[in-house]
């Protein structure tokens, strides 16, 4: 496998990382923007419903107060505890919508942390990432570098080796020139040849 199939195996894993993030990424902002929908929702549930139980309770307050007058001479002891209870009633109201709230605001909380630590994961691989990328492209430049030096060293063998078989040619030449110009010496001096 070539160095630039390699890259691009590489880069295309990245890719398909950089994907999975983002569809992770999207699925939990889905997720926690139904959760803020839900949450407002029920709060003007609640709202409503506090405001429905209020409102019956002042009117059946002032009838039944009414009545009281006029019926029973304990009529302000008793409407003193109907005050009280319609006010019990309506902090336990208002305290079941205050603890939903909370429990509504841990969830988001926890979704926040959620996405806030998928967001540094996210920051994490794309910085490794990056800095294999820049190693893969520094390691490619440093080949191509190489190579070139290769190119020349393997032209300058080449050259090398050609003058060197030029210059052997011409030592093996002067070799059998010696050697038979000492032949003749040799056979001129023995008579052999006359």
């Known amino acids: 496998m070539c160095i630039r199939d390699r890259d691009e195996a590489e880069k295309k894993r990245y890719q398909r990382q950089a994907k999975n993030f983002m569809e992770t990424y999207t699925k939990i902002k889905a997720s ?3 959760i803020a929908r839900e949450i407002s929702e029920k709060q003007k549930l609640y709202i ?3 405001r429905k139980k209020k409102a019956p309770t002042a ?9 009281l007058h006029t019926n029973e001479p304990n009529a302000v002891a008793i409407e003193d505890l109907t005050h ?10 208002e305290s079941d919508i205050i603890r939903e709230r909370q429990e509504d605001i841990n969830q988001i909380e926890r979704l926040m942390t959620e996405v806030n630590q998928m967001t540094i994961d996210m920051a994490t691989e794309v910085e490794a990432a990056d800095s294999k990328l820049e190693q893969i492209h520094e390691n490619a430049r440093s080949t191509k570098e190489n190579t070139k030096k290769a190119l020349v060293e393997i032209g300058q063998g080449a050259d090398y080796q050609k003058k060197s078989q030029k210059k052997m040619c011409c030592l093996i ?7 038979g110009g000492i032949v003749v010496i040799i056979l001129l001096s023995t ?3 006359c």
């Open 48 to 50: 409503e419903n506090a």
């Open 59 to 67: 009117s059946k307050r002032n009838s039944h107060s009414h009545d």
């Open 173 to 179: 030449w002067l070799i059998i020139l010696g050697v």
């Open 191 to 193: 008579g052999v040849i």
């Open 32 to 34: 926690f923007d139904e």
């Open 84 to 93: 009280k209870y319609q006010e019990l009633d309506e902090v336990n109201i």
